[in-house]
């Protein structure tokens, strides 16, 4: 919504629970919890986009197969090499799919993570680091659910936003010039509805997804205005 109104863009996305960048690479097979029609140089062939937005939470705990069980707990460096190797695969898939009209990718800053901060740090460097050497974009959709002053220190409520003061259905402790980013039993996801166990549209206002959202239409629109 907030892409078409301010851009007039058409969006599509591919979320699939559990996944990070291996799981979008062609050629992974059986390993893989995309199917081959989902993965992003496939998309990228069929629908011919302007930009690729890539927006991951970094999986570190082994789930998806591809990642042929490196995890960030028992081998960071290891984990951080594969990280930084695989959006270079990539940014390399997306970018043959593209041809001669190559679509510019933004990669979106993780926001804080209260089990593994310094892993959220690494990580955010290495996406600023991928789209400096490949001309693409970052947009800091995490700073936008940090603290003021405490980039990486989760939180669960902020104090409210000029925008979610003129939307109040967005500021959802008035009273108390604050905002919820996260259900009392969730610290990971951003929507305020119970997660349910196959990934769709959040059903409800959640201040969290429209920070994060706001701010990657913002870099799109400065970059197509």
Not at 46 to 53: E, G, I, K, M, T
Not at 68 to 89: S, V
Request: hydrophobic share 35%; aromatic share 10%.
């Amino acid at each position: 919504q907030s892409l078409r109104e301010q851009v007039n863009a058409r969006y599509t996305s591919a979320p699939y629970s559990g996944t990070t960048l291996c799981d979008y690479l062609e050629r992974t097979g059986e390993r893989s919890l995309v199917p081959p029609a989902d993965k992003a140089a496939a998309l990228v062939r069929s629908l011919r986009p302007d930009f690729v937005v890539l927006q991951f939470w970094g999986n570190s705990w082994g789930y998806t197969p591809c990642m042929d069980g490196i995890t960030y707990d028992k081998e960071p460096a290891t984990y951080f090499k594969r990280y930084a190797a695989d959006m270079r695969r990539l940014t390399e898939q997306i970018a043959d799919a593209g041809g001669a009209r190559r679509p510019r990718i933004i990669w979106v800053s993780q926001g804080p993570d209260p089990i593994t901060p310094e892993r959220i740090r690494t990580v955010n460097a290495l996406y600023a680091a991928r789209a400096a050497a490949s001309h693409d974009l970052v947009a800091d959709a995490g700073r936008t659910v940090s603290p003021a002053t405490a980039r990486y220190t989760w939180a669960q409520y902020l104090p409210c936003t000029a925008y979610e003061h003129d939307h109040p259905s967005y500021c959802t402790q008035p009273g108390r010039d604050r905002t919820a980013l996260h259900r009392d039993d969730d610290y990971l996801h951003f929507c305020l509805a119970p997660t349910t166990s196959t990934p769709k549209p959040c059903p409800v206002r959640s201040p969290g997804i429209a920070r994060i959202t706001r701010e990657i239409t913002r870099v799109i629109a400065d970059h197509v205005g």
